[in-house]
């Protein structure tokens, strides 16, 4: 079984602080995609990486692809309240998968 | 745009009760998915569907049955609910593409008494 370890469980930060979110795992993965979930709403997809070392970015929020496509971290630039939310890491065995297996996710607070 | 519809929003049950939550997707996707959410677990699968007239058990099956009645919508069906089914239930479907992402419902926050 793949096991996606997430850390940190909750961030509670101030409004303009930057933060990582860690996604690590023992296992390799195809692809890796990172989602955010408001409360009352299903998680939504932020970000798939797909090559190891792959670097993305999405305004403020920057991701990254381990080289060896074992973990993934999600970096935030001068967090803002829109920001709270629960992050999630989801990661897929290979094209012909049909299944994802997803982080215990991150909840974090950003205080204005 | 509705995307992934789930119905009900909330429901509360007593132990015994049956139930079947509804899931309908407009995206022409072939693969449906049910998940349940509970603090500090995150996610976990009960039951997917690959394809129409296909289902597979997921990581936590037992207690649940699921219908894949046409390529739009998957039930999922509680025959005889238990408090440890207390959660919060999300429908997804998938594209075809292999690293495709799922698309969730709002999800549906059942309260077994």
Not at chain 1, 3 to 29: A, D, H, K, M, R
Not at chain 1, 34 to 54: A, C, D, H, I
Not at chain 1, 86 to 100: D, F, I
Request: aromatic share 10%; with cysteine; glycine share 10%.
């Amino acid at each position: 079984t793949q096991l996606l370890e997430q850390s940190p469980q909750f961030l509670s930060i101030q409004e303009g602080e930057n933060l990582t979110v860690y996604c690590n795992s023992s296992s390799v993965f195809s692809s890796l995609q990172w989602y955010r979930q408001e409360p009352g709403e299903g998680p939504v997809l932020l970000v798939t990486v797909v090559t190891g070392g792959e670097v993305k970015k999405l305004k403020r929020l920057t991701f990254q692809f381990g080289d060896a496509r074992k973990d993934s971290s999600l970096h935030i630039t001068a967090a803002q309240p829109g920001d709270t939310g629960l992050y999630l890491c989801a990661g897929s065995s290979g094209a012909g998968s049909y299944q994802l297996t997803f982080g215990k996710g991150t909840k974090l607070s950003v205080i204005p | 745009n509705a995307g992934v519809t789930q119905t009900p929003k909330f429901q509360v049950l007593k132990t015994g009760q049956s139930m079947t939550l509804q899931c309908a997707q407009d995206m022409n996707h072939n693969s449906m998915y049910w998940y349940r959410q509970d603090p500090g677990m995150g996610l976990r699968l009960i039951y997917y569907s690959a394809s129409e007239g296909t289902t597979d058990k997921g990581e936590v099956p037992n207690g649940y049955n699921v219908s894949r009645l046409n390529k739009r919508e998957f039930s999922l069906r509680l025959e005889s609910a238990a408090p440890s089914q207390t959660s919060v239930y999300f429908c997804a479907s998938r594209g075809a593409w292999g690293n495709s992402p799922l698309h969730f419902g709002n999800g549906t926050r059942l309260t077994v008494t």
